[in-house]
């Protein structure tokens, strides 16, 4: 559930009625205030600062790997966590590469081994957006970018990394909207679950 732009009323009211019905639950684009007053109904929800969510979830299945993200740089984080925190909840292990933008290429590179065992790979990105395709053009798996509002001023709140991801010319890059951590990370455990369950059939 969106949390941004909703009263605390409306997202216990709403948190509560997910969380009797499936076990688990995702709240986004939250601050501490609204999580304080979720607690209160629910008291084994958990908030994760960085990415903004509300997390619960009470059916603990074990995490299966396959989905890694990486992010260009520190300001990146918070889209990189709602992406990472969404994946975790629909059970995937999540391995997080952060800080490996293109300005300092040789920190991705010493990524790789691990990059291309994955199943589906979320890139975040801001200022120029140019990190998915660098990536892209080194593994053989999905990768998911997510243009970020952060840059300077003819970054244009996220429109410039946009245009340069739909851009790509390296094959195998899906691009969701400006910071949708959120899109990503679902996407990215859709891609993981189906693999995993094509391997065993």
Known sequence: MLGQGKTPEQ??????????????LLVTRVG??????????????TYHETARCITLDRRREAPVAGVAILCAG???????????????????????????????IHRLLDYLPQLREARALVVVAGMEGALPSVVAG??????????????????????????????TCAAGVAVVNIDNGFGAGYLAAVINRLAVSEKRD
């Open 74 to 104: 520190t300001s990146d984080l918070p889209v990189a966590e709602e992406a990472a925190v969404t994946a975790e909840l629909m059970g995937c292990a999540v391995e997080r590469v952060y800080d490996v933008g293109v300005a300092g």
């Open 138 to 167: 080194l593994v053989a798996v999905p990768v998911v970018a997510v243009p970020t509002s952060v840059g300077y001023g003819a970054s244009f709140q996220g429109i410039a990394p946009l245009l340069t991801m739909l851009n």
């Open 11 to 24: 997202v216990v009211a709403i948190a509560t009625r997910l969380a009797e019905r499936s076990g688990r």
């Open 32 to 45: 501490a205030d609204i999580f304080a007053a979720v607690k209160e109904h629910l008291p084994d929800a």
